[in-house]
């Protein structure tokens, strides 16, 4: 602490083992946390030092069995000792009592220091003005532990001490009401809320200066952040390197509106970042008519499209939940190969998802047991008409020792219901039979023989549905995931068709019909998306497609040919726009030696042997006419031989094995550090392992907007439900707890992992 003259108690802050003289004096300041420097100039007049000199001399001797107070909060406190033993610490200013245990500390005392103080009136004739208390966050090199400054001055002296407790931030309207918008679009609270009587209170509670905006204004800052964050995100995906891929959903309103989502998928090296990021953004929720035909549904994405500046540089878009998604993405495809603007002419650019594929495979099959299905469901609509059966059911399970499980009824319309409720009443098979023998109304309409073919189309429903389960679970979900899981599947349903159950048989077969039918489309891209996975390569599509036609090894080996040659021509065309690039390390080399040709190779460096004896008419040859001849050399005798492309070089080394078997690979990560290894080979993984036919679509009922934004305009609709989804990535810390958009809760009603993470303005109920 330091102190000036003028300040009628400032003897107390003087070291009573100091004798003072009447002149200048320079104090050393060794608090820690000191703002004053730490040799401060300080005139003692005669007053001030015979008080002092009073002081020292009236002092009790020093007891050397007590600890010496060595905190300068100790100047402004007088420690006593009670009769019981406890001390106590006294204000010199308010003779306020406080604790004074050796375990207490002194922070107590310093941010009462500051509080006393900064009311203490002055004393003399009128009143003194009140002390201004604030906070100052300090820099790091100027404080110790990190402690903060609690800075009281009164004009005669000025007080610096440690405070624990946050800084008080001087207030900001506009910035408080920013965040308030960005509080409602991140979360999807009402703009009413700023009308609610509890909310006001609330907040006028917190920070009594915050004027709260009325509706309007709240609405108009939201869609503020709307413009402002898609101004930059415009931007961002202008610059981007990679191409991206599309995937459209269709949406409805509780009032029959029909809305399409367009969302944008791609990699990205962020800034300040070494690693690969796969990232995904809603770009527009538009409104469009219902029943709209293919032709103008294209249109109005294509429009979309070019609003982005993305018009030239897709890779594929996935229309698995847009109504007559084929036809659309058929009308769109023609109308970008007029001006050349896809891959392959667009063979690869509409694709389905793997979970589509599967979704469309089971749900049509299974209804080849649809009797087997309805039989099941009376058995457990049965135990759950009433609370007394229920209860009753309950009761059984319990004497037969099984472990609590759900009973689950099915949702005839989503085949992972159905899925769970054949595994539900499979796991009480038991308590079902002896309900058909207590319980002469239940109808029991499963013998042990249609149990036994619950049981084996529950086995298979299992595998598909935790096939479905992992994709989700992936942190980064990329297209190299789901070559190998379908494949295995259609291994093992070619082997359930022999099943000696004829309702097994008959679901696998048709699942096999179906599998092979959707699955079609998305093949050759699944399969090129296997080979850009290091682990893999080649290995997979060939071993396979001998499985898959294992009867026919002609046909094995053609269809092994044509995704090679597929994969050729997608890396050839990658090539050819990576030459354009001033950037490719191979081009520049190539440029650089070109100016070094025009010999016809007739000999061992012939071109240089002529510049020899040119030379000899010089004074002296110089070291770069040898160089230049090694070059010479180089070049002609590099003629005729074939280069190795990074695409050669990649399929002829090894597969790269993990550690452990099972092991999680990050193939983003793999790409990245050979990313100079293979230029343009990683150019061309980094655009289809981005391709989201890894993601699991919602449902229909999931793609329901909620009532609050039922009743909104178009518009509105769109730019809160686009800049809550930009706000996602944001990381935001608040007393230490970091608040993500991961930690927004999911508002979908069933929290299973093949169910994919719902909009905050979905209709699903929590």
Not at 176 to 193: E, K, P
Not at 384 to 407: D, I, N, V
Request: charged share 20%.
């Amino acid at each position: 602490m330091a102190w000036e003259k003028g300040a009628p108690s400032s003897t107390k802050f003087l070291p009573t083992c100091m004798p003072l003289e009447p002149g200048t004096i320079e104090v050393p300041i060794t608090t820690a946390t000191s703002l004053i420097p730490l040799s401060t100039p300080v005139t003692v007049t005669a007053a001030v030092a015979a008080a002092a000199a009073a002081a020292a001399a009236s002092a009790p001797p020093h007891n050397t069995r007590e600890r010496k107070l060595r905190s300068a909060v100790w100047n402004d406190f007088s420690k006593q000792r009670r009769s019981d033993g406890t001390c106590v610490a006294i204000c010199n200013h308010c003779q306020k009592q406080l604790t004074a245990s050796s375990r207490s500390g002194t922070t107590h005392l310093r941010n009462h220091l500051a509080i006393c103080l900064s009311t203490k009136p002055r004393p003399g004739p009128g009143r003194r003005k009140k002390l201004v208390v604030r906070r100052l966050l300090v820099p790091a090199h100027s404080r110790k532990h990190g402690a903060n400054m609690v800075v009281a001055t009164d004009g005669d002296y000025t007080i610096a001490c440690a405070a624990d407790s946050t800084p008080v931030v001087p207030f900001d309207q506009d910035a408080s009401q920013q965040d308030l918008a960005r509080m409602i679009v991140r979360h999807g609270y009402r703009f009413s809320m700023v009308d609610d009587v509890g909310f006001r209170t609330f907040v006028h509670n917190l920070q009594p200066q915050f004027k709260m905006a009325p509706y309007d204004a709240v609405k108009a800052d939201c869609m503020r952040i709307y413009d402002n964050t898609k101004l930059k995100l415009q931007g961002s995906l202008r610059k981007l390197p990679s191409r991206v891929s599309l995937s459209v959903d269709t949406w409805r309103s509780s009032t029959g509106m029909e809305y399409i989502c367009l969302t944008c998928h791609f990699i990205e090296q962020p800034a300040g970042c070494t690693e690969w990021k796969l990232r995904k953004k809603i770009l527009n929720f538009i409104h469009v008519e219902s029943g709209l035909n293919p032709e103008l549904t294209s249109k109005r994405i294509l429009e979309k499209i070019h609003e982005w500046g993305l018009h030239k540089k897709l890779t594929s878009i996935v229309l698995d939940n847009c109504t007559s998604g084929d036809l659309v993405g058929q009308e769109i495809i023609r109308i970008l190969n007029l001006k050349g603007l896809l891959l392959l002419k667009g063979e690869l650019f509409l694709v389905r998802s793997c979970a589509h594929v599967l979704n469309l495979t089971v749900q049509e099959s299974l209804e080849q047991a649809v009797e087997m299905t309805s039989r099941v469901r009376a058995c457990i609509q049965y135990v759950k008409f009433s609370q007394e059966r229920f209860a009753r059911f309950q009761k059984y399970a319990k004497q037969s020792g099984l472990a609590q499980k759900p009973l689950i009824l099915d949702s005839p319309n989503n085949w992972t219901t159905t899925y769970s409720m054949f595994d539900s009443a499979c796991h009480y098979q038991d308590v079902f039979g002896r309900l058909a023998e207590w319980d002469p109304e239940f109808p029991g309409l499963l013998n042990p023989k249609d149990w036994a073919d619950v049981k084996a189309l529950t086995d298979i429903l299992d595998v598909l549905y935790h096939t479905m389960e992992k994709f989700p679970a992936t942190e980064n979900p990329t297209a190299n995931l789901c070559f190998n899981e379908l494949c295995g599947i259609h291994y093992l349903l070619k082997t359930w068709c022999t099943s000696p159950s004829p309702v097994v048989a008959a679901v696998a077969s048709q699942m096999l019909l179906k599998l092979e039918t959707y699955w079609d489309l998305t093949k050759t891209l699944m399969a090129i998306t296997s080979i850009l996975d290091p682990r893999y390569k080649m290995k997979s599509v060939e071993y396979f497609f001998k499985q898959m036609y294992s009867t026919d090894t002609f046909e094995a080996k053609s269809r092994t040919d044509e995704i090679r040659k597929t994969f050729i021509n997608l890396y050839n065309e990658y090539a050819v726009q990576s030459a354009g690039s001033s950037k490719n390390p191979a081009v520049l080399c190539y440029a650089g030696n070109s100016g070094l040709g025009g010999s016809s190779g007739t000999g061992l460096g012939a071109n240089y042997n002529n510049q020899l004896e040119e030379s000899k008419t010089f004074s002296r040859i110089t070291l770069s006419d040898a160089r230049r001849g090694l070059d010479q050399y180089i070049q002609e005798s590099s003629t005729g031989q074939s280069l190795k492309t990074d695409l050669d070089m990649y399929l002829e080394e090894p597969v790269y094995r993990t550690k452990e078997e099972g092991a999680e690979f990050d193939v983003l990560g793999w790409w990245r550090s050979f990313s100079a290894k293979y230029p343009v080979l990683s150019c061309m993984a980094r655009d289809m392992l981005a391709i989201p036919i890894s993601i699991v679509p919602l449902d229909g009922d999931a793609r329901l907007l909620n009532e609050y934004l039922s009743t909104m305009d178009s518009s509105t609709v769109q730019g809160l439900i686009c800049a809550q989804d930009w706000l996602r990535d944001e990381s935001d810390v608040v007393d230490g707890v970091h608040g993500t958009a991961a930690s927004v809760p999911s508002t979908n009603a069933d929290d299973s992992p093949v169910n994919a993470q719902a909009l905050d303005y979905s209709a699903s109920p929590n």
